[in-house]
């Protein structure tokens, strides 16, 4: 669905000024908080965007003109002359550019871009408007002193406003609205001299054109101060660390740590792609390691193999940050991840075969590089076809994760050759259970 987008950027944001002079553009986890709300909205449909600026307007247009090159899209920047005012004058400013349906849209509310496509799914009468509504009262994002609070019932709008006392849910800043929206704010303005969006909002739930629309624990903050940029940034972090392709190891030991580099990396232009084949490069240096015989390099070749592990969940943490994700960039993961196993496993079996020089060495080495290859490309098909139809047991999957852990075990140990033989064990069984699954059920 293709719609247009009305962005309000023209306030000073006083409240947050020591992250930065011009609100819209202050950076939050590498990215200004007008792009990631306009990626948001692309990511729900939208396309064509008008962006109402006031203070600092130079500096917004300029960046808005590169991100314009960027990301492909028009974006049309409106100059609200009167940005210390009431936002209502700032809807009103792009009344001319706006003759259908439009999503509306805060510069410093993040939200998950689910709330933003029902909205834009939603029929409205003519005159409507639809607000989505977080009917969670006791959301740890609010901030209770500022939050627009609203009292629904039956999917309408009854009233909305800072100071109601019975409510039973918070305005989000998410809306869809019709044109009709700007000859309220008029009306509004002429009989109560109220600009705000609150006041005209308050105007069609009375004649019963306002729609609540419930988003359903999808997440949104408005960032309007250190707090709640703070509860901002620990949110998006946090939703890093919910992959459920994740093993045990990757969910409880390298993630965690993951994000936290992630965290730093987003502040450098470092391409997830880079941090891809750094990651390569440490698992190169790890089976060097291995290869050079005796324990102390075994062990620092275990550390070294460890750290790669973790170091690889943060190319696409820092991908999703940034919103850098691609098809290639996965798939490029992918391929130095199989090369990187297999100079792993090559350099532990030399490790453990020139201190006793035994065949089944050779043989388990063998057996445990292509138990992975044959792990790594059954997770996929069984992935996808099992995901919602067999209980895979997130605490049990089997993965690159595991694999690198008991190489680092094996390193710390000092058992090289019984790592080997529990991995080649480990990763057959387990490729072998998959096409059993996949065979019994697909």
Known sequence: MSIKCLIIAAGKGRRLQQQGDSKPLIPILGLPLIERVIRSAIEAGADDFYVVTGYQEGRICSFLANLTRRLGCRITPILNQDWEKENGLSVLRARQYLQEPFLLLMADHLFDPAIARELMALPLSEGEIALGVDSDTRNSFIDMEDVTRVKTNAGKILNIGKGLTDFDGFDTGIFK??????????????????????????????????????????????????????????????????????????????????????????????????????????????????????????????????????????????????????????????????????????????????????????????????????????????????????????????????????????????????????????????????????RDHG
């Open 177 to 438: 609205c019709t044109p009709a929206i700007f000859s309220v704010l008029e009306c509004s303005a002429k009989q109560d001299g109220d600009t705000t969006l609150s006041a005209a909002v308050q105007m069609l739930a009375v004649a019963g054109k306002a729609k609540a629309v419930e988003i359903n624990g999808h997440f949104w903050i408005d960032v309007d101060d250190p707090e709640t940029f703070s509860r901002a940034e620990k949110a998006i972090l946090t939703s890093l660390q919910d992959k459920p392709n994740d093993g045990p190891v990757s969910r409880y030991i390298n993630r965690p740590l993951s994000v936290r580099i992630s965290r730093r990396l987003v502040n450098h232009r470092i391409t997830p792609n880079q941090i891809s084949l750094f990651s390569f490069l440490c698992s190169v240096l790890a089976a060097g390691l291995f290869a050079l015989g005796g324990y102390l390099t075994l062990l620092l070749g275990g550390f070294m193999a460890q750290f790669a592990s973790v170091v690889d969940g943060c190319d696409g943490e820092v991908a999703r940050l940034k919103y850098q994700s691609s098809p290639y960039g996965g798939w490029f993961d992918a391929v130095l991840d199989r090369y990187a196993d297999a100079f792993l496993l090559f350099g532990l079996m030399w490790h453990a075969y020139a201190g006793q020089a035994d065949g089944l060495i050779l043989l388990f080495g063998f057996l445990a590089i292509i138990g992975s290859f044959m792990l790594s490309f059954t997770a996929d098909k069984h992935d996808s076809l099992m995901r919602d139809r067999v209980s895979r047991g997130r605490g049990l999957r089997m993965g690159r994760d595991i694999r690198v852990f008991l190489i680092f075990l094996g390193a710390v140990f000092n058992q090289a050759y019984l790592i080997l033989v529990v991995i080649a064990a480990v990763m057959n069984i387990a490729t072998i259970r998959r096409l059993i699954i996949c």
